[in-house]
Structures are given as C-alpha cells and as structure tokens.
C-alpha cells in the first residue's frame, strides 16, 4: 500500500467523485481510478460502489475511509512535528471550536497569541458539542475550545482545562415588561415564549434542565440554528432567549436587551481539550500553554 494510494481513495471519498478528486489532486482521472483498482486489487475488496465517475464507499470501505483519515493525520502531523521542532513559533495549530466562539473568544485569542508569535498559522473548524470531542479523539484535529467542558473522569481518551465560567443571561425585546428590570429570576421567565437552538445542540439541554430545575417547562415557541439566529427572533419580538454572555460581546442587536439572571446555577464552563493518545504538536503546546496563562491572568484579574 503507497501513500499516493491512500491519498487518492481519501480525496475519492471526500468528494464522492473520481473526476473532481483528480481535479484537486492535479493529476489526470485515470491516474486516479487506475491507484483505486490497484488498492482495491491488493485489499481484496471494493471500496466503492461506482455510478459513473461518482461514487459511494461501500460498508467496508466506510470502515478503510475511517482507519485511513485516523493514518494520514498522524503522518501529517509527523511532518509538522519535524519542522515545529526545528522553530515551534512558525507552526501551525489545528484547532475546532463552536459557533459560539467564533465572533469574539476565539478571534481576540488567536490576535493575542500571533501578537506574540506574529507566523504562527491556524487551520481552523466549527463544530457541533459531541463532534468537537470526536475530532480531538479520531485526529481531525488536536485542540478544541468546547463549552461546557466534559467531564473527563467518562471522556477517558481526552484531557483538558477549564479556562473560565460565564453567565448565561436573558436576551428579551426591547419592549419586553422584564427589559427595565436590572435582574431577574428565570422563573420570571415561565409564561413567556422562548426561542431555543434545534435538538442536538448541548446549550439547547442546559436552557430546558435549567428551566426544569426552576420548576417550570420552557414554552419554546421558535428554534434557531445558531446563536445569531436566535438573536434574531428575540430582535423580531417573537420570544425570549438564555444566551451565553460573551456570544453578546460586542453583537448585541439594537433591539434588544440583556437582561442577568440572579439564579447561582445559570452558568457554563469553557476550556479546551486535546487528546490523551496522541502529543500535542510543539506550535499547539506554545498556543495551549498561552491560553492557560492568558485566562489565568484574567482570572485573577476579575477577582
């Protein structure tokens, strides 16, 4: 088996399409499907299902297609390590991270850090609660911010740090009877409609648990698929939302208002995690370790 092969079947596989992994690759389409015959010839097996130029991994295949990402990363990364090594501040660091985070946490962090190591290279994704843990553990890439941190004593394969705890405040219509108000109780909130992100999204559980654990069960009227979404409907005048605070940091709309909630247990914890079978590659543990000193600083500073 060559690394050209494995190269090829993956870039097949992505794209469900011999002809555009070519185009991609750079190479002439029977080069590409003349690599996938020889692979499959010395599996034994087929990988595909072919219609044409496109194709479908077979349930095999989908099998082969999972080992080998977890195989070519590790190769990738063997490469980066070499040349981190030689100069870790001009490295890159592979890092995923939630919607949430990507229109302030993340951006003021990452200028921050190439402030410091101003060629440092970041290759970056958003993802969804449960992928986030799953692309640190399978290698789709090392690092993850991720709110609410799990809990590592039952996610054995990953390890982490809380970097802080925020509020979760009230988002309401600026003609809401509850905007003037300078707190409130979330059981303020019962008989009103609430938005809420769809199923799926882990912040979506924490606003009905916390709802449940004020006795009451929220009227969700709206779903949302983002937190910008959200905002919207509250902006709209069609319900209230529990956001977390910094998603608010300089994007709040105009007509609305937020409005903290007294309640001790309305918070959420943020970190990062990174897997515990695999190291940190040199450029990923310069910018761990910066985040760790970097919250801690503004940790102690807030006290």
């Known amino acids: 088996m060559e690394m050209r092969q494995i190269q090829y079947f993956l870039e097949v596989a992505k794209r469900e399409h011999v002809t555009e992994a070519a185009d991609i690759l750079h190479v002439a389409q029977s080069s590409v499907s003349r690599q996938i015959f020889n692979l499959e010839s010395e599996l034994g097996v087929e990988l595909f299902i072919r219609e044409g130029r496109s194709v479908k991994l077979t349930p095999l295949g989908r099998i082969f297609f999972e080992r080998m990402k977890q195989v070519w990363n590790m190769m990738e990364d063997a490469k980066r390590e070499v040349k981190e090594y030689l100069d870790p501040e001009k490295g890159t660091v592979r890092i995923a991270f939630p919607i949430s985070m990507a229109a302030h946490t993340l951006p003021s962090i990452i200028y921050a850090f190439r402030t410091r190591y101003p060629e440092a290279k970041f290759q970056m994704s958003n993802a969804l609660y449960y992928d986030l843990i799953d692309g640190v553990i399978n290698g789709s890439f090392n690092l993850a911010m991720i709110a609410p941190m799990p809990n590592q004593e039952k996610e054995t394969k990953i390890k982490g740090a809380t970097l802080f705890t925020e509020n979760i405040v009230a988002l309401v219509p600026n003609h809401h009877h509850l905007a003037q108000k300078p707190s409130i109780r979330l059981r303020d909130l019962k008989d009103e409609p609430f938005c809420v992100l769809p199923e799926g999204f882990v912040f979506r559980e924490q606003v009905i648990q916390a709802c449940k654990e004020a006795q009451f069960t929220p009227r969700i009227a709206f779903e949302g698929k983002d937190i910008d979404a959200l905002k919207g409907l509250v902006s709209a005048g069609l319900g209230v939302a529990l956001m977390p605070e910094m998603t608010l940091v300089d994007n709040t709309p105009r007509s609305t208002v937020i409005v903290p909630i007294v309640d001790t247990n ?26 760790l000193e970097t919250y801690e600083r503004l940790n102690e500073f807030k006290q």
């Open 266 to 291: 309305l918070t959420r914890t943020v970190g990062v995690i990174y897997p515990t079978q695999r190291k940190l590659l040199p450029t990923e543990e310069l910018f761990y370790d910066f985040l």
